[in-house]
C-alpha cells in the first residue's frame, strides 16, 4: 500500500504531466498556425510522451493499491511568439517539471517509500533526456541569422523527423 502523501504526491504529478501535454499541444497547434509543421510535429510527439508519462503514473499508483484522482487543468496560452520563444517555454517548462520530479523524489524519501525512489529513477533519467534534447535545439534555433527564413526551414524539416 502506498501512504497518503505519497498518494497524493503523485496525483499531484499526474496533473502536472496532463498539464504538460495540454500545453505541447497548443504549442503544436500554435506552430501549425505559423506554417511550421516540423516544429508542430516536434511538439505533438511531445505531447504523446507526456500523455504516457501521466499514464504510466496513473498505472503505477493503482499498482500500489492507491486511488487516481485527476484534477482541473488550467487552459493553455494561444501564442506563443516565435520559434526561439517557444522552444525558450518549453525549456522551461521542462525544468519546471524537473523540479517537480525532484520534489516527487523528496517525498518518497522522507516517506521511505523505497518502491516509489526505485519507480521514480526512470523520471529523473528522462528529465536529464529532455532538457538536453530541447537544450539543443533552441541554442540552434539561437544561432539562425535574423531575417533568413531558409535555415527556420531547415531545422523545422529536421524537427518534422522527431520519432
Not at 539561437?142 to 531547415?154: Q, T
Request: glycine fraction near 4%; hydrophobic fraction near 45%.
Amino acid at each position: 500500500m502506498i501512504g497518503d502523501k505519497m498518494q497524493a504526491a503523485i496525483n499531484n504529478q499526474i496533473k502536472a504531466e496532463f498539464a504538460s501535454a495540454y500545453l505541447y499541444l497548443a504549442m503544436a497547434a500554435y506552430c501549425e498556425s505559423k506554417n511550421l509543421p516540423g516544429f508542430a510535429h516536434w511538439l505533438r510527439r511531445q505531447y504523446h510522451e507526456e500523455n504516457g508519462h501521466a499514464l504510466k503514473l496513473c498505472e503505477y499508483l493503482l499498482e500500489r493499491g492507491g486511488q487516481v484522482v485527476l484534477q482541473a487543468i488550467d487552459a493553455p496560452p494561444a501564442d506563443f511568439g516565435s520559434p526561439v520563444d517557444v522552444f525558450a517555454k518549453v525549456l522551461a517548462h521542462e525544468q519546471f517539471v524537473t523540479a517537480s520530479i525532484d520534489r516527487l523524489y523528496e517525498t518518497a524519501l522522507a516517506e521511505k517509500d523505497y518502491a516509489s525512489q526505485v519507480f521514480l529513477q526512470w523520471y529523473i533519467s528522462e528529465q536529464v533526456e529532455e532538457e538536453a534534447s530541447v537544450s539543443a535545439v533552441l541554442e540552434k534555433l539561437k544561432m539562425l541569422p535574423p531575417d533568413k527564413a531558409g535555415p527556420l526551414l531547415y531545422i523545422d524539416k529536421e524537427l518534422g523527423k522527431r520519432e
